[in-house]
Structures are given as C-alpha cells and as structure tokens.
C-alpha cells in the first residue's frame, strides 16, 4: 500500500510541475512558454542627472609617522587647488596623514605670532598623552617639518597644549620655546 501512494504521490508531483510553466494561449490549449510582466519605473535614470566635475588639486609635501612607527617619512598630501597653503592647512594635511596610521591627534589651534607658528594641541590626544616619547617625538617632528618646508615666513614652529607651555610628562616646553627652528 505505501508503494502504490508513493508511485500515485510521483506522478502528482510530475502533472503538476509540468503544468506550473504552461499557460492558456486563448483558446483553451496549454503552452509552454513563459509569461512575462514587464516592469516598468524602477530601472529608469533621473530626468537631469547632476554632472559632478572631479575637484583640481595640488600636492603638498608633508611629513608622517613611518609604518613601523619608527622614522618620519615624506608624503605627500592632496588639498584643494583653489586653497592657498597655510600653517592651518599644512597642520590638518599632517592630522590626516597620522591618522592614516591610526595616530588620532586633535589640533585646537594654528596660530602664527610674527614668524614663529604655535600649533596648540588638546591635552586628551596624541602626542600630548596615549604615546610613548619616541612616537611624541616623531609627531612633533613631522608637525614642525612640514609647516617650515611649506611655510616660507615661517622661522620655527612651537607647542602648547590647551593654549598653555606645552608639557606631556615626556616633553616640556616653556611659552615660546620653540621646538623647531628653520
């Protein structure tokens, strides 16, 4: 009695998948061809579609932190053509470079004072705290590089945290000592 309902269960199976992908052609008569429903609207492009011009850029030759955290190593950053290069624009083109290699540091302030540049850092980041002072060191080192080669009144670049001396238990600078002279 099982084979028999599984032989009957068999042919069921069989009738109907054959009969799934046939339609009526009009007249009462099955065909085997497909129906298909266009569909319309959902693949169709905007009336206007907005032309977006690849923005013209410069190079800025800027210093980061090597790979292995030991050695500056020259980059070079791409900012906008129609910026003009200045200590506010080196310092965020060295940010982003650091934080190509996960140093997140936080500039409070680019301020120029006669010819010396005080990049003031917040005290919560790198290179005031979270580093060794070899790391500090080379952060500073490739703050203060890259504003003097792109920077040409620029005689030396300074320090401070919070807008005091700058002091990391590691470094101390006194209100303007400056790190870097040209």
Do not use: W
Not at 143 to 167: H, M, P, R, T, W
């Amino acid at each position: 009695m099982k084979r028999r309902s599984g032989i009957v269960f068999i042919i069921m199976l069989v009738l109907c998948l054959s009969a799934c992908g046939k339609k009526e052609n009009g007249d009462g008569n099955p065909t085997s061809e497909p129906t298909v429903t266009p569909v319309t609207g959902i693949l169709t492009a905007p009336s206007t579609t907005p032309i977006i011009a690849p923005s013209q850029t410069k190079e800025l030759p800027i210093y980061t932190i090597s790979g292995d955290f030991t050695e500056l190593t020259a980059v070079t950053a791409l900012v906008a053509a129609e910026k003009d290069i200045t200590e506010t624009v080196v310092a965020e083109a060295v940010v982003d470079a650091l934080a190509d290699s996960a140093i997140y540091v936080k500039v409070n302030d680019v301020v120029k004072e006669d010819t010396v540049i005080i990049v003031d850092f917040d005290a919560s980041t790198p290179p005031v705290t979270k580093v060794s002072a070899s790391i500090e060191g080379l952060i500073l080192d490739a703050f203060g590089q890259s504003i003097l080669d792109n920077i040409a009144e620029c005689s030396g670049v300074s320090f401070s945290v919070n807008k005091e001396a700058y002091d990391s238990g590691h470094f101390e600078l006194e209100e303007g000592d400056v790190y870097m002279r040209r």
